[in-house]
T-cell receptor
């Protein structure tokens, strides 16, 4: 399958624990995006990479959140000291530089107990 | 910041009939892109249709078409000959055409039910 993949698909954790999610974009896509989606809402932008450079970060991305994209391939999103308010679906999307269409992954659903 | 509003949380349509989903947006920019994405239950989002703001002609993709009214900042989606597989959440999205405008702004979605 050549689509965007995310791992894990589901994560349940206790408040205060750290979690890390992975996103593998479509191989030739140089742009990668992270979004958060809560129930009944549309996706909210978190951050954006062009190749390995993190070029934009939303104010939603608190200090407890960090994202990386080493070597411009896969990306990781880490949440430290999780809070119940972090419970959401975390979506990854990728696109070509010259194309406006974003291709979304299936998401990682995080539940913080 | 740009905002996207979908005023219909839920819509239903009889199979084979036509339904229109509404979307309005707020921006001060003149060049941008608008999208409709479909999110089936427990499945990933896929692009339904895309419209460039500089194009006057409304985009069409098979049974899906848009009514883009730039002055009114309105971007509705029409689904013709509705099928059971069209049941999903539909999100309207906006993206700036500027080099620095990389993020998408999404509406809150419209849940579409197709009645057999």
């Amino acid at each position: 399958d050549t689509g965007v993949s995310q791992d894990p698909r589901h994560k349940i954790t206790k408040r205060g624990q750290n979690v890390t999610f992975r996103c593998d974009p479509i191989s030739e896509h140089n742009r990668l995006y992270w979004y958060r989606q809560t129930l009944g809402q549309g996706p909210e932008f978190l951050t954006y990479f062009q190749n390995e450079a993190q070029l934009e970060k939303s104010r939603l991305l608190s200090d407890r959140f960090s994202a990386e994209r080493p070597k411009g391939s896969f990306s990781t999103l880490e949440i430290q000291r999780t809070e119940q308010g972090d419970s959401a679906m975390y979506l990854c999307a990728s696109s070509l530089y010259s194309n406006n269409e974003q291709f979304f992954g299936p998401g990682t659903r995080l539940t913080v107990l | 910041a740009q905002t996207v509003t979908q005023s219909q949380p839920e819509m239903s349509v009889q199979e084979a009939e036509t339904v229109t989903l509404s979307c309005t947006y707020d921006t001060s920019e003149s060049d941008y892109y608008l999208f409709w994405y479909k999110q089936p239950p427990s499945r990933q989002m896929i692009l339904v249709i895309r419209q460039e703001a500089y194009k006057q002609q409304n985009a069409t993709e098979n049974r899906f078409s848009v009514n883009f009214q730039k002055a009114a900042k309105s971007f509705s989606l029409k689904i013709s000959d509705s099928q059971l597989g069209d049941a999903a959440m539909y999100f309207c999205a906006y993206r700036s055409a500027s080099n620095t405008g990389n993020q998408f702004y999404f509406g809150t979605g419209t849940s579409l039910t197709v009645i057999p």
